[in-house]
């Protein structure tokens, strides 16, 4: 023990006599240490945010469509009732919720002229499943459903158009030959850019007053939410079945999840935390080798010190140790601090993210961090350290 502190001080002294070479040597693991902890917590926080925005448009949803449904030709047989919806409601383990929907192109009169609105006749369960934001007003309670009350939700822009500055709730809008009150308005929780069946410009009704426009009570869009995540499988596989047998076997149903998209954001998030890290670990490498040349360099500055020590006693390990320890100094030194910008940069940044959402850090990645610097270090500080171990007393005294 002694020897190993004392081969340490010696280190310790070395680098303290090249304060500015040890530090720019250091550098290079300064940059990929840090490099390392940041890539870890960017993906992390890109993650969990693509999860909860695939979250917040339906939370374990599953929803179903009629393949061709726009076609001319498509009975009705194959059509997805409410006698459908209310059979999965009844029949599917782990569904919690089931609603559906039914567009149908409209137009509101606004100052005299006609503006084009997406007309959707909705079920109760659709404010839950697609957890849509009432911003005013209410949403449908069952007595709307029951009594085909004429009442509908719009949202904000189709309520700026129609209703400029004044309150649109308790207003009238005129839809085709229905004049309908307005209960509330909405938005998306989470905007899908137009890809669901809500548009900017949408008005929403119960589902039982749009047999008054399309002279069928039928269903273009089923969802279910299922309990858990992990039921989201079971779910998909009982309502494909459940549909093929309440239909004749011509029906096709498309039955899709956000399970494939949330799966497409991981693999492409996975990717690009990979290649970050591989640029990582390569600052890490040249790191290494900017070490590695210091050290010899070291080496041949300090050959005849090396030799003054090992006439006075040093012991071949000894020798090897102090230029380990350097080496390990200047990775694990780096190391530390390249850590530690790679913690404050997320905390510093932490106030101008927006919402709800946290950067995390991830404990591994520190973990990671520090053994691969030091590792790097030690590697790389190995031939330098054994080349110094391996030299001669005469020679190393003899040499100027």
């Given at each position: 023990?002694?020897?190993?502190?004392?081969?340490?001080?010696?280190?310790?002294?070395?680098?303290r006599?090249?304060?500015?070479r040890a530090?720019l040597?250091?550098?290079?693991?300064?940059?990929?240490s840090a490099?390392i902890?940041?890539?870890?917590?960017?993906?992390?926080?890109?993650?969990?945010?693509?999860?909860?925005?695939?979250?917040?448009?339906?939370?374990?949803?599953?929803?179903?469509?009629?393949?061709?449904?726009?076609?001319?030709?498509?009975?009705?047989?194959?059509?997805?009732?409410?006698?459908?919806?209310?059979a999965?409601?009844?029949?599917?383990?782990?569904?919690?919720?089931?609603?559906?929907?039914?567009?149908?192109?409209?137009?509101?009169?606004?100052?005299?002229?006609?503006?084009?609105?997406?007309?959707?006749?909705?079920?109760?369960?659709?404010?839950?499943?697609?957890?849509l934001?009432?911003?005013r007003?209410?949403?449908?309670?069952?007595?709307?459903?029951?009594?085909?009350?004429?009442?509908?939700?719009?949202?904000?822009?189709?309520?700026?158009?129609?209703?400029?500055?004044?309150n649109?709730?308790?207003?009238?809008?005129?839809?085709?030959?229905?004049?309908?009150?307005?209960?509330?308005?909405?938005?998306?929780?989470?905007?899908?850019f137009?890809?669901?069946?809500?548009k900017?410009?949408?008005?929403i009704?119960?589902?039982?007053?749009?047999?008054?426009?399309?002279?069928?009570?039928?269903?273009r869009?089923?969802?279910?939410?299922a309990e858990?995540?992990?039921?989201v499988?079971?779910?998909?596989r009982?309502?494909?079945?459940?549909?093929?047998?309440?239909?004749?076997?011509?029906?096709?149903?498309?039955v899709?999840?956000?399970?494939?998209?949330?799966?497409?954001?991981?693999?492409?998030?996975?990717?690009?935390?990979?290649?970050?890290?591989?640029?990582?670990?390569?600052?890490?490498?040249?790191?290494?080798?900017?070490?590695?040349?210091?050290?010899?360099?070291?080496?041949?500055?300090?050959?005849r010190?090396?030799?003054?020590?090992?006439?006075?006693?040093a012991?071949?390990?000894?020798?090897?140790?102090?230029?380990?320890?350097?080496?390990?100094l200047?990775?694990?030194?780096?190391?530390?601090?390249?850590?530690?910008?790679?913690?404050?940069?997320?905390?510093?940044?932490?106030?101008?993210?927006?919402?709800?959402l946290?950067?995390?850090?991830?404990?591994?990645s520190?973990?990671?961090?520090?053994?691969?610097s030091?590792?790097?270090?030690?590697?790389?500080g190995?031939?330098?350290?054994?080349?110094?171990?391996?030299?001669?007393?005469?020679?190393s005294?003899?040499?100027?």
């Amino acid at each position: 023990m002694m020897h190993l502190r004392e081969t340490l001080s010696v280190a310790i002294d070395a680098l303290r006599a090249n304060k500015l070479r040890a530090i720019l040597t250091s550098l290079g693991v300064i940059i990929g240490s840090a490099s390392i902890v940041l890539v870890v917590t960017v993906a992390l926080t890109s993650q969990k945010y693509v999860i909860s925005q695939i979250e917040a448009i339906g939370s374990n949803m599953v929803y179903v469509e009629l393949v061709n449904a726009s076609s001319k030709n498509t009975p009705l047989s194959y059509e997805i009732t409410l006698d459908d919806m209310e059979a999965i409601r009844a029949q599917v383990p782990g569904v919690t919720e089931v609603a559906g929907t039914r567009e149908y192109p409209m137009s509101v009169v606004v100052n005299g002229r006609e503006r084009p609105v997406n007309l959707i006749g909705v079920t109760f369960g659709y404010q839950a499943i697609r957890r849509l934001v009432i911003m005013r007003g209410r949403y449908f309670d069952s007595s709307d459903m029951e009594q085909r009350s004429k009442v509908c939700l719009i949202t904000k822009k189709v309520a700026d158009r129609v209703f400029g500055l004044d309150n649109p709730i308790g207003g009238s809008i005129r839809l085709g030959e229905l004049s309908f009150t307005v209960i509330g308005v909405f938005r998306e929780r989470v905007s899908t850019f137009g890809l669901s069946e809500i548009k900017d410009e949408s008005v929403i009704i119960p589902l039982t007053l749009m047999k008054y426009y399309t002279g069928t009570e039928v269903l273009r869009t089923l969802y279910a939410q299922a309990e858990r995540s992990d039921q989201v499988d079971s779910v998909e596989r009982r309502i494909s079945q459940i549909l093929k047998s309440r239909h004749p076997a011509g029906a096709e149903y498309d039955v899709e999840t956000l399970t494939a998209i949330l799966s497409a954001a991981k693999n492409i998030s996975l990717a690009l935390t990979i290649v970050l890290l591989l640029i990582a670990f390569i600052a890490l490498l040249i790191s290494g080798i900017g070490i590695m040349n210091i050290m010899l360099v070291t080496v041949k500055e300090r050959t005849r010190e090396i030799g003054i020590r090992k006439a006075i006693g040093a012991a071949h390990r000894e020798i090897m140790y102090q230029f380990l320890f350097e080496a390990f100094l200047i990775s694990g030194g780096g190391a530390v601090i390249g850590i530690l910008v790679g913690l404050a940069i997320p905390a510093a940044v932490q106030p101008f993210i927006p919402g709800n959402l946290r950067v995390p850090v991830s404990t591994w990645s520190v973990i990671a961090a520090f053994i691969v610097s030091c590792s790097t270090g030690l590697l790389f500080g190995y031939l330098p350290a054994n080349q110094a171990a391996r030299m001669q007393p005469i020679e190393s005294l003899r040499y100027e």
